[in-house]
T-cell receptor
Framework: DTGVSQDPRHKITKRGQNVTFRCDPISEHNRLYWYRQTLGQGPEFLTYFQNEAQLEKSRLLSDRFSAERPKGSFSTLEIQRTEQGDSAMYLC??????????FGPGTRLTVL | AQKVTQAQTEISVVEKEDVTLDCVYETRDTTYYLFWYKQPPSGELVFLIRRNSFDEQNEISGRYSWNFQKSTSSFNFTITASQVVDSAVYFCALSEARGRGAQKLVFGQGTRLTINP
């Protein structure tokens, strides 16, 4: 049983560029979450999928952010026209039913 | 709105000391879950425990123990005989109850625990 995986682990980009992150949840987990964590803070919820349906989005998820989970398997999080304020660790978590969430290693984004 | 407060930003102790990490939460829900996660220097959040709001029994797992007191809205975490490997950032979190939406986690700001040899 492999855990949650995320790719890439690190991404450095220039302001204004688009970036896309991928999350592969634990295989039997139907729930998938994205969180963002800035330095010295706890993770903050961004969005949630149950299977392929995106059921909840945080106000933190501006219109530059979009997330998908085609076929209810892996998920992608895209940020368009990146800004320096987008620099953070982006964490993906998955769970089965309504049980505890298991987190991936995160993607650290640096916007120059 | 739900809120989790971890007032201790950093704690530093010498190995083998006992240490308690405080967590206070706010919620209007009558049923909810409480969690503790560990984030070692590698960055990956590691699940430690989940507690149902109906279950106020304290729990012990090896050197770890948790004290849930609904009357004071606290869910404190104690490490007994601390070890250097316990050094990490520890997060307390809260989620809505079963059957009520996304059950997204609301995290505290974390407590950085350093165990010195």
């Amino acid at each position: 049983d492999t855990g949650v995986s995320q790719d890439p682990r690190h991404k450095i980009t220039k302001r204004g560029q688009n970036v896309t992150f991928r999350c592969d949840p634990i295989s039997e987990h139907n729930r998938l979450y994205w969180y963002r964590q800035t330095l010295g803070q706890g993770p903050e919820f961004l969005t949630y999928f149950q299977n392929e349906a995106q059921l909840e989005k945080s106000r933190l998820l501006s219109d530059r952010f979009s997330a998908e989970r085609p076929k209810g398997s892996f998920s992608t999080l895209e940020i368009q026209r990146t800004e320096q304020g987008d620099s953070a660790m982006y964490l993906c978590a998955s769970s089965t039913g309504e049980n505890e969430q298991f987190f991936g290693p995160g993607t650290r984004l640096t916007v120059l | 709105a739900q809120k989790v407060t971890q007032a201790q930003t950093e704690i530093s102790v010498v190995e083998k000391e006992d240490v308690t990490l405080d967590c206070v939460y706010e919620t209007r829900d009558t049923t909810y879950y409480l969690f503790w996660y560990k984030q070692p220097p590698s960055g990956e959040l590691v699940f430690l425990i989940r507690r149902n709001s109906f279950d106020e029994q304290n729990e012990i797992s090896g050197r770890y123990s948790w004290n849930f007191q609904k009357s004071t809205s606290s869910f404190n975490f104690t490490i007994t005989a601390s070890q250097v490997v316990d050094s990490a950032v520890y997060f307390c979190a809260l989620s809505e109850a079963r059957g009520r939406g996304a059950q997204k986690l609301v995290f505290g700001q974390g407590t950085r625990l350093t165990i010195n040899p």
